[in-house]
């Protein structure tokens, strides 16, 4: 974050980093307070289209700026089919009425062609709800950089695009944030080809459809209690639905 913030884009401050696992015995930090308005704002003062241009233009700065020169080691990059199993590591801790279609949804993924290699800064929870914005509209933070790694730069371009996707899910809540964008639009901004979007959008509905299944076993169990999940039991099922469609959609 703070190499981030030395070449100027809008990454908070930090102030105060410890490692040691003084605080609750976890890593911490520190951060300055930034001034702004969240999505939701910015989106009905401005309009869907402007709220994904500044993400994209974000998403675009991003990859001009090495993994190296954040202190991000390119030899731990995860490859896209290595996304595919670093999620799927959860599901057998997820409830078992999503397990099939994530399955499937993961055969499917590596039985199709993959995007050409590419390696960048990869956020790794890149959604509208993890922005804030300026009065005039403008991005001044970004948050929420705890999974960031080294990896394929259309995989935070994929989670922007599952982001806008749950809007049809309403009225289950979406704090990733309903902006209304499709995959072909979100290409055409960020000058990317529809086909390599759509395959990541594919991998990242699978992505957060096992995280949304994995949090909500830990709230079933009373691990982790958050009634939220209780809400988006629908949400699960649609993103590995709408992957599965997705990654059998010809372009």
Known sequence: ??????????APPVLVADSTGAVAGRASLLTEKLEGTEWEVARDRLGDRH???????????????????????????????????????????????????????ATRLKQSV????????????????????????????????????VGH????????????????????????GSVDISVAELAALAEVSAGDLQWFTALSALKYGVILAYNMQLHRSGKRLDPVYDELIATTHGLLLDGLELVSEPV
């Not at 703070?2 to 809008?10: C, F, T």
């Not at 799927?88 to 997820?94: G, K």
């Not at 970004?142 to 790694?149: L, P």
């Not at 749950?166 to 704090?175: D, F, I, L, S, T």
């Open 1 to 10: 974050m703070s190499g981030l913030v030395s070449r100027g884009l809008p």
């Open 51 to 105: 709220v994904a241009q500044e993400a994209v233009r974000f998403w675009r700065s991003l990859q001009t700026v090495s993994p190296e020169e954040v202190g991000l080691s390119a030899a731990e990059a995860y490859t896209a089919y290595g996304e595919i199993d670093r999620w799927m590591a959860l599901l057998p801790r997820t409830p078992e009425e999503f397990r099939d279609a994530a399955t499937v949804l």
């Open 114 to 149: 993959a995007p050409s290699p590419a390696e960048g800064i990869v956020h790794g929870d890149y959604h509208f709800g993890n922005l804030m914005f300026a009065g005039d509209g403008h991005l001044v933070g970004v948050f929420d950089w705890e999974i960031t790694s």
């Open 153 to 176: 730069p259309l995989l935070d371009l994929g989670s922007l695009a599952v982001a806008a996707m749950r809007v049809r899910y309403a009225p289950e809540p979406n704090p990733t």
